[in-house]
């Protein structure tokens, strides 16, 4: 896949260019609490004003669903961009994201200056790929640069129904440098990757990644499975998990995952122990219990002490356990030290999986941190996902 680039945008002086960047921030006491989703967009913020164009900023934040809530207005997020950007951040809380005001400030925005949009889920048109949205939002600018990589897997307006738009009328249409970065670092992981190639799975819900463990029995030679989605693979052959968190209505579909690997050779590896507890708590009294074995009572909250294999290839998505306190927090952290440590190409994603990494600063050992979950694992299986599709070269 070739995506427009900032490089085929032109000369950008003077001129207003839209940015939809993915400040979907978490933010604790009207402070944004994470600021690496707004530092990974300012290599783009930096070049466009850097060339003379002024900037209208758009990201959705949490789950509004088209109303207004005041908790996820995009305050906070302009002033800690302010502070990072070393600018001033025009923004206006408003109940519609685009109106007279708004209009009129985008409207007289000089090279440099930069306005920031209220929450673009504020307005049900965003969610619902809506034509009519996209046509406000055009209007705002003269060009449309594509930097929110977390949010290019929906079809949702700022995304999708927009960038056609500005191709419709015939206005530039760009990928930003993050979301260049990001297609970059995991097509070497969509295509033939070197091998062994390895991929850790974990997190709370086998649910949420079945399409990827699906996707990825067809891609990899070996698949770690940790976090609570374990607990399904154990219990749906007959393993005892106590109360470990699990989902019976998906042994069908774990079980025929597992078929599905056995017939092509690729080893499907769970935890041979772990980590058990009656509750999830920092002072629950712990015992380390085979994984087919956890006592009545008892929930697996954390994988025991184990090896990552030779692998040349590493795919890492959703935490090994419950790693957010401190007692079930070695496996994953294991996970992570072994990875970083390793010699393979290592990509990590998804917010818990890059929050754990964050906290042991195991940053630097991994060739790719990817700001998009969801998006990411899309983009490996293989998927099409609506906001690439629309910045592709030669459309
Ligand atoms: P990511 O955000 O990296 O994609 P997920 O959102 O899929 O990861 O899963 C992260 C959550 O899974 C964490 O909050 C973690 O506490 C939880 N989790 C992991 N292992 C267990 C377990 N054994 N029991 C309960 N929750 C778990
Ligand atoms: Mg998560």
């Given at each position: 896949m070739k995506l427009r680039t900032l490089d085929a945008v032109g000369d950008v002086a003077g001129r207003r260019v839209f940015v939809r960047v993915d400040y979907n921030v978490p933010l604790e006491g009207g402070k944004v609490a994470d600021d690496?989703?707004?530092v990974a967009t300012l290599p783009t913020l930096r070049e466009l004003v850097g060339g003379g164009a002024s900037?209208?900023?758009?990201?959705?934040?949490?789950?509004?669903?088209?109303?207004?809530?005041?908790?996820?207005?995009?305050?906070?997020?302009?002033?800690?961009?302010?502070?990072?950007?070393?600018?001033?951040?025009?923004?206006?809380?408003?109940?519609?994201?685009?109106?007279?005001?708004?209009?009129?400030?985008?409207?007289?925005l000089r090279p440099g200056e930069v306005f920031l949009l209220e929450n673009l889920r504020f307005d049900p048109g965003e969610e619902a790929n809506d034509r009519g949205l996209a046509e406000r939002l055009e209007d705002l600018a003269d060009a449309y640069v594509d930097d929110a990589f977390g949010a290019v897997h929906r079809a949702h307006a700022s995304v999708a129904a927009l960038p056609a738009l500005f191709l419709e009328r015939g206005r530039p249409v760009a990928?930003?440098?993050?979301l260049e970065r990001e297609v970059e670092a995991l097509s070497k992981l969509r295509g033939e990757p070197p091998r062994p190639y390895v991929a850790?799975?974990?997190?709370?819900?086998?649910?949420?990644k079945l399409s990827?463990?699906?996707?990825?029995?067809?891609?990899?030679?070996?698949?770690?499975?940790g976090g609570a989605m374990a607990f399904t693979f154990i219990a749906s052959e007959g393993g005892e998990v106590g109360t470990s968190l699990m989902e019976p209505d998906r042994f069908d579909d774990v079980l025929s995952a597992r078929k599905h690997a056995d017939e092509r050779g690729v080893l499907i590896l769970l935890p041979q122990d772990v980590i058990a507890a009656p509750e999830i708590k920092l002072d629950a009294k712990r015992q380390t219990v085979p994984a087919t074995e956890i006592p009545k009572g008892l929930m697996g909250l954390d994988i025991g002490p184990r090896t990552i294999a030779e692998a040349k290839t590493i795919l890492w998505n959703g935490p090994m356990g419950v790693f957010e306190l401190e007692p079930f927090s070695a496996g994953t952290r294991g996970v992570a030290t072994a990875i970083a440590g390793s010699a393979a190409y290592s990509v990590a994603g998804g917010g818990d999986s890059l929050l754990a990494i964050r906290r042991f600063g195991l940053e630097d050992?991994?060739?790719?941190?990817?700001?998009?979950?969801?998006?990411?694992?899309?983009?490996?299986?293989?998927?099409?996902?609506?906001?690439l599709t629309v910045l592709e070269a030669g459309r």
């Open positions: 690496s989703r707004i900037l209208v900023l758009a990201s959705h934040l949490g789950r509004p669903k088209g109303q207004v809530k005041e908790e996820a207005r995009l305050g906070p997020v302009a002033e800690r961009l302010g502070e990072l950007f070393e600018r001033d951040v025009g923004y206006r809380p408003t109940d519609g994201v685009v109106d007279d005001e708004v209009r009129g400030r985008c409207g007289n990928a930003g440098r993050l850790v799975l974990g997190g709370a819900k086998v649910s949420d990827t463990i699906g996707a990825l029995v067809d891609k990899v030679d070996a698949l770690l499975i050992g991994f060739d790719h941190l990817s700001t998009g979950g969801g998006a990411s694992l899309e983009y490996i299986e293989g998927r099409e996902l609506p906001g």
